[in-house]
Structure formats: structure tokens, C-alpha cells
């Protein structure tokens, strides 16, 4: 056997060792298609009052805290809002026992309000000044003061689209029902107070309300129980 041989004969040996030895490369897995989120008709973007809202997230707001039309007997006369504090929804109360309700983010723990009042008045795109209290607590808002005019309207806005501002016994209580663009805080409670819906749920709502409608706003029994008795109370 020639020595050519011999070597031919071995890196044929090396070669059809790395074959049979060197594993198969793995199996290249198809790109995770991630599905668009469904967006219902009433949450599609769209433009208001000079403003472009963009379409709501859907897939940071739970399905439960869509808006919808829902059966509800409160007891309540027809027209009056009913802020259910622990379960993060805003009923407008409609005649034979049904109601539109609203996803809701709501005042965190030591921010709530709660009681029987009216929607003063609304506005469209309100410009937004921060009480003092909240001013004293974060003093970079101190530029959007009611003495430098506050905050002018637009998508940075806290109060986004629109505002209703509530009123118990004639005197404001510094507490709105408004606008936002952060749809993952429905169902929370975040904000300092106020009760924050979705800018197309906002829009909705004031276009559905009357100025002097009255509003009730539950307590969370958990954290003040003895508010929700001094609301019972007061039930006209």
C-alpha cells in the first residue's frame, strides 16, 4: 500500500468522523409573530379640538375595564354617576336599570375622596394648574401654578381631553373626572385623588353628562369603612 494511500485513506477516516460525530445544528425557530392588539371602533385613534389621540393600547387594559353598556339596578335616578371606588369602574346611570361603565384609575391610599356632590361644570381640553398641596409636595409644578396661568392643553396635559369638575355644597373640592393618556393605570389607584378614564372614555362620558348631574363616590371599605357608612347616610 503506497504511503498516498495510506494517507487518503485516513483523512477520508478524519472527515467521515467529524460528519458522523459533529451534531446537527439545531433547528432555526420560526420569529415569534406577535398579533397586533385588537382595537375596538370607540378606542381607534382620532382627532379632537386640534388634538391627534392615538388608539388605545388594548393589550395594557384588561378587557373588563372596557367600556360597555351593563345591567345595574343602584337605585340611583337616571343621569347620576356612581364612582365604585374598590372595583375600579364609573357608572352613568341610565333608565330601566342599565348603566354605561367606564374602566377607572382612582386616588392611591391616602388621596381618596369620596361622597355625594354634583358635576359643577366640564371643559374641553381645560388647562391644568395643581393645588397648591400638590406643589408644596413636588415644587417643579410650581411653572403651571394658577399664577403662571397652569398647564395649556394638550396630550402632556394630566387632564387630557376633558375634565368635569365635581363640587360638594357649592365649593370645589380640587377633585376631577378627566382624561389620560396612561391606559395602563386604569384599574389602578394612582393618581392624587382624581378619577382618571381613558381619553376616548372622557370624551364619551362628557358628551353623555349634564352640568349639576350628582355623583357618587363610594370609599373603599378597606381603607376607610367608616366613610362608606357616612356616604349611606347622606342618600337622598
Known amino acids: 500500500m503506497s504511503r498516498r494511500v495510506v494517507l487518503g485513506g485516513m483523512g477520508a477516516m478524519v472527515l467521515s468522523g467529524c460528519v458522523s460525530t459533529w451534531p446537527s445544528p439545531p433547528p432555526v425557530a ?69 348603566a354605561t361603565r367606564y374602566g377607572i384609575g382612582v386616588g392611591r391610599e391616602g388621596f381618596e375622596w369620596s361622597g355625594r356632590a354634583i358635576v359643577a361644570y366640564r371643559r374641553k381640553w381645560p388647562r391644568w394648574t395643581p393645588p397648591d398641596s400638590m406643589i408644596q409636595r413636588q415644587p417643579e409644578l410650581a411653572p403651571y401654578s394658577v399664577a403662571n396661568g397652569g398647564m395649556p392643553p394638550g396630550l402632556r396635559n394630566p387632564l387630557g381631553a376633558r375634565a368635569l369638575y365635581i363640587h360638594e355644597n357649592g365649593r370645589d373640592t380640587l377633585y376631577r373626572l378627566h382624561g389620560t393618556t396612561e391606559p395602563a393605570s386604569i384599574g389602578k389607584a394612582v393618581s392624587s385623588g382624581c378619577i382618571r378614564l381613558l381619553n376616548q372614555d372622557v370624551i364619551h362620558l362628557y ?14 371599605p378597606a381603607m376607610s369603612p367608616q366613610l362608606l357608612s357616612a356616604v349611606a347616610s347622606t342618600k337622598a
Open 30 to 98: 420560526e420569529a415569534e409573530i406577535i398579533p397586533e392588539p385588537v382595537v375596538p371602533a370607540m378606542y381607534q385613534a382620532l382627532d379632537d379640538g386640534g388634538f391627534h389621540i392615538p388608539a388605545v393600547d388594548t393589550r395594557v387594559v384588561p378587557e373588563e375595564f372596557w367600556r360597555q353598556d351593563v345591567a345595574y339596578d343602584s337605585g340611583e335616578k337616571p343621569g347620576t354617576l356612581i364612582v365604585d371606588t374598590p372595583a375600579k369602574y364609573l357608572y352613568h346611570v341610565k333608565p330601566g336599570g342599565r
Open 207 to 220: 358628551d353623555n353628562v349634564r352640568d349639576g348631574s350628582p355623583i357618587v363616590v363610594i370609599p373603599d
